[in-house]
């Protein structure tokens, strides 16, 4: 009914950028809070940042200053500008968003995750 499609990881040397895009389709009827989040392996998955609707936005403290979350409401996509990309920041990052059908459903989506090396 919902789907959450991630694109832009990939492989980048230290210090590069990197800019991730998630847009969320299928019976929509609202889009509420949308972020990102990234699992290291052998790690938890931990927030990375959060947008509300109306743009209000949080990062985690690693990655403040260097990441910067923002989205379209026209078109349910959120995206993650990286920059300075360090090799800690190394994982599967996934999208997120709090969603209500047509149907009146209302719960949070995944997306399948996105790969992000960065190389010393």
């Known amino acids: 009914q919902v789907q959450l499609l991630e694109s832009g990881g990939g492989l980048v040397q230290a210090g590069e950028s990197l800019r991730l895009s998630c847009a969320a389709s299928?019976?929509?009827?609202?889009?509420?809070?949308m972020g990102w989040y990234r699992q290291a392996p052998g790690k938890q998955r931990e927030l990375v940042a959060t947008i509300s609707k109306r743009g209000d936005t949080d990062a985690a403290d690693p990655v403040k200053g260097r990441f910067t979350i923002s989205r379209d409401n026209a078109m349910n996509t959120v995206y993650l500008q990286m920059n300075s990309l360090k090799p800690e920041d190394t994982a599967v990052y996934y999208c997120n968003a709090d969603i209500r059908t047509s149907f009146g459903e209302r719960r949070d989506y995944w997306g399948q995750g996105t790969q992000v090396t960065v190389s010393s």
């Open positions: 299928g019976i929509i009827f609202n889009v509420y809070n």
